[in-house]
């Protein structure tokens, strides 16, 4: 028997062992198209929030060539977000765009609608050029925040360089400033490539527990990265979505922790090994999870800790499979969503949990 024929053997005993093996519940990978097809019930899908803002850059540094795709990081960037609109689900999210360099409303706050979303982009110059007012555009996003009610996701693209005025604060120490007086959540779409400037993109993406640094390249490879943070879907969901059907998505047995630890016991990393295996053997697979504590502690804390136990599946696959950031997709949700009464020892136990979820074939 050739090699070739092996490493197909090998793939479908993997595939056998996920398609059949011991039932569970686990988060749903789900795009506009599951719902909008009735696929899935809109009420199984819950989102995070209530407002979504998109910071776009369209300074002289998006000029620049990506060495990955060979094309401009600006149209790279128009790509990206149409792609994201087009598949973000409708769940009655408030959207907002807005250009910061200089500042210029593209699509003032309103009901999301995909389609007038990306007619907004239009509006952008055709070609890149200016400096990057970074610290002026997050003045003026604060002025957006004060009018709005409820949890809002802002994602800024930014390369963490910006144009420094007299007496400014720098990025990190604003988002951190509007973090603590609004209920808000950056998702730094970053393209740094100088140390300075990665410094500066991460010190923006630690502003809470419920932010994050995307890497751009993951960003248009994944569009899955962006939109994953705004919704889960109730855990007793048992669907095969649209996309799952186009991407032949897998179930796989919850990941679960032990009270306020994030380490990975043995059997965890056992069954995170068959997951690695996959991927590897399906290299177009990609995999999302889905991080849970417990109601014990204050919310923020559980965040973080959710935010920890995920990022602990992530880096075990990350370094132990060779996987990139674009393939591994971790997402967090603090004590929402639980699969059992948080009033029993045994319950706890069962919502402190990553789930996971193969997709992309």
Known sequence: MNKKSVQMM???????????????????????????????????????????????????????????????????????????????????????????????????????????????????????????????GLNELETVLKGLNGKTFVYIFSDGGYDKGTGSISPGDKTTELAKKYDVCFQVLDYATQERDRKTVSDMSRANMCSRNIPFDSYVNQPYYAIGPLYYTK??????????????????????????????????????????????AQPQAFVALFGYTDDTGKPEYNMELSRRRAEAVADYLQKNYNLGTDRVVANWYGEKNAIASNDTTGGQAKNRRVELSIGGM
Request: aromatic share 10%; no cysteine.
């Open 10 to 136: 090998l793939a479908m005993l993997v595939i056998l062992i996920f398609a059949f093996g011991t039932a569970v519940q686990a988060g749903e990978i789900i795009y506009k198209n599951d719902i909008s097809d009735r696929v899935v019930p809109k009420e199984v899908v819950v989102k995070t929030g209530e407002n979504v803002i998109v910071m776009v850059d369209s300074s002289e540094s998006m000029a620049a060539e990506n060495k990955t795709f060979h094309k401009s990081y600006y149209d790279l960037e128009k790509e990206a977000l149409k792609s994201g609109f087009e598949r973000m689900p409708d769940i009655g999210y408030n959207f907002g765009i807005y250009k910061f360099t200089p500042w210029e409303v593209l699509y003032p706050m309103q009901k999301f609608d995909a389609a007038t979303a990306a007619d907004a982009l239009n509006k952008l110059p055709a070609e890149p050029g200016g400096k990057t007012p970074l610290i002026e």
């Open 235 to 280: 855990w007793d969901t048992e669907v095969v979505t649209e996309s799952e059907t186009k991407v032949a998505g897998y179930k796989i047995n919850n990941i679960h922790f032990e009270f306020d630890k994030s380490d990975l016991s043995m059997a965890a990393q056992e069954e995170l090994d068959g997951v690695g295996k996959f991927l590897t």
